[in-house]
């Protein structure tokens, strides 16, 4: 009874979730992934894709060598290609050993999967796993969208290109038992899921089962809830979707303005997307920092440093997400090159300067050009700001650094800044931002010369 049942559940299952022909079957020999592995030999071979078996043998068990001697002769039996490894004890760390295994285990899938060019990992998780992940995001905090939990299809992100499949997700674990029972099925028990210093085992093994006992339903309405909190998800998605692109300026980069005229709830939902990095795991108090900075109308400028590099800032009425390697590379204040007539000359972030006689058949629309008159002030120079750096203009002259203020520009972009200077490295040109006496002198002279700079990125 229980046997026909659950081949014809996993077969539905399976056939809505793989797309492959070749998969990688993750077995530890524990009950979930040998029934896994059993189902997936049951299944008609129209359905049925070739399937390969890793094991890692972790060494943390007496038991691990008959294990492995165990999954050896099961695949030979079945004539399964099987691919094992061992962790060598020296490699395990003092602490955080399970998710060092973890860490080693997915390693070693995606190595086996990219030589044997298998593009779908299949683990056992089931409905139990689902509902003690639950409960640990729910002890841990985090994400609202987290509590949907484990995905039956994902991306693998060690491997690119391919995928980990949960077909199990649907069975609790006492049905599973009661399968390997009734098929006679032969597995380990992980003597270690007893251990109650481990949170998830005291969940699995005290928590969960004092719940059970006020409700015996109690697993069920947390299945039930992720599935409603999956629907609301798929239903918001495009919702958000729209509204993040109607206060998008840039890439990662947000209209301020436009973010305080939604509705709060927006606001924050918006803030959240923002804020959702994959290599980054954000905090809800760094949530609330990046809000509270958004709303200190004292601070038009900030940043919060986030995980992986990234951070968070505000310049004026522009905030978003930066990877703060390729933005805040500390520009050198000492980088200075003397202009060549007639030459291109590359400058550290990739952009082009050259000067030359004037020919305005070589420019191009996207440059940026200065236009001079005399070569009196040559040999010209291009550099970053200088302490006490002052532009000669019509009505005088201003500190730069206080019209780059002026301008709202960042400290990061006052700090890139490229500037020409004359040969008494006085700024003649803050290049994108303003132009000095000299060429708007000339403005109706003959025009001799010519500064281009090109960049993909003018400020
Ligand atoms: N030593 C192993 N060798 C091969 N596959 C394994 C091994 N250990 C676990 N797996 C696979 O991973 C699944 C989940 O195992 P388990 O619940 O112990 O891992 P977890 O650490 O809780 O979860 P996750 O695998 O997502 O990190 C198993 O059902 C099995 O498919």
């Known amino acids: 009874m229980i046997l026909m049942d659950m081949m014809n559940r996993f077969q539905q299952n399976f056939v809505k979730l793989n797309q492959a022909e070749k998969v990688l079957a993750a077995v530890s020999t524990g ?29 943390l068990r007496p038991a691990s060598a008959q294990e492995t001697e165990f999954i050896r002769s099961f695949c030979q039996k079945h004539h399964l290609p ?13 602490h955080g050993i399970e998710a060092a295994a973890r860490d080693f285990r997915y390693k070693f899938f995606a190595q086996i999967m990219q030589k044997q060019g298998i593009s779908e990992l299949l683990t056992a998780h089931h409905q139990d796993d689902q509902v003690e992940t639950f ?48 098929q006679r099925i032969k597995y380990f028990e992980d003597e270690t899921n007893f251990e109650l210093k481990v949170l998830r085992n005291r969940l699995r093994n005290r928590f969960i089962p004092e719940l059970v006992e006020e409700n015996p339903q109690f697993k069920e309405h947390i299945i039930n809830y992720q599935s409603q909190l999956a629907c609301l998800q ?33 606001q924050q939902l918006l803030l959240e997307k923002i804020l959702s990095i994959p290599t980054a795991k954000i905090t809800h108090g760094q949530q609330q920092q990046a809000s509270e900075l958004l709303n200190n109308s004292q ?14 800032f505000k310049e004026y009425d522009h905030f978003g997400v930066t990877y703060s390697q390729a933005n805040l590379t500390a520009v050198s204040t000492d980088f200075c090159q003397q202009l060549r007539l007639g030459e291109w000359q590359h400058l550290e972030d990739g952009s082009q300067v050259g ?41 005088g002259k201003q500190k730069v650094k206080k019209i780059l203020i002026d301008l709202k520009l960042s400290k990061v972009q006052r700090s890139k800044l490229w500037i020409v200077a004359d040969k008494k490295n006085r700024p ?23 500064i281009i700079f090109r960049n993909e990125v003018a400020l």
Request: aromatic share 10%; with cysteine; hydrophobic share 45%.
């Open 135 to 182: 409960m640990l995001k729910l002890i841990r905090g985090g994400q609202l969208q987290q509590l949907t939990g484990i995905a039956a299809r994902r991306c693998f992100s060690a491997q690119a290109g391919s995928w980990i499949l949960r077909p199990m997700l649907p069975f609790s674990k006492a049905e599973i038992r009661a399968y390997a029972v009734e």
């Open 82 to 94: 099987l691919f094992t490894t061992d962790w060598s004890p020296q490699q395990h760390p003092a």
């Open 355 to 395: 000067l030359f006689e004037w020919n305005s058949g070589m420019l191009h629309p996207k440059d940026l050009v200065f236009r001079l008159p005399t070569d009196q002030r040559f040999p010209l120079q291009i550099r970053h700001r200088q302490k006490g750096d002052r532009l000669v203009t019509a009505v």
């Open 234 to 266: 798929a239903a918001m998605k495009p919702l958000l979707e729209q509204r993040l692109q109607t206060i998008k300026t840039a890439k990662h980069t947000y209209s301020l303005t436009n973010w305080q005229q939604q509705p709060l709830a927006w």
């Open 31 to 59: 009950v979930d992934s040998m029934v896994m592995l059993q189902l997936l030999l049951k299944l008609p071979k129209k359905i049925r894709p070739q399937v390969s078996v890793a094991y890692v043998n972790h060494r």
């Open 299 to 312: 601070k038009p400028q900030g940043r919060i440093d986030l995980e992986g590099n990234w951070l968070f």
């Open 428 to 450: 003649i040109w803050l290049v994108g931002v303003k132009r000095g006496y000299l060429s708007e002198a000339a403005v109706n002279g003959r025009m001799l010369y010519m």
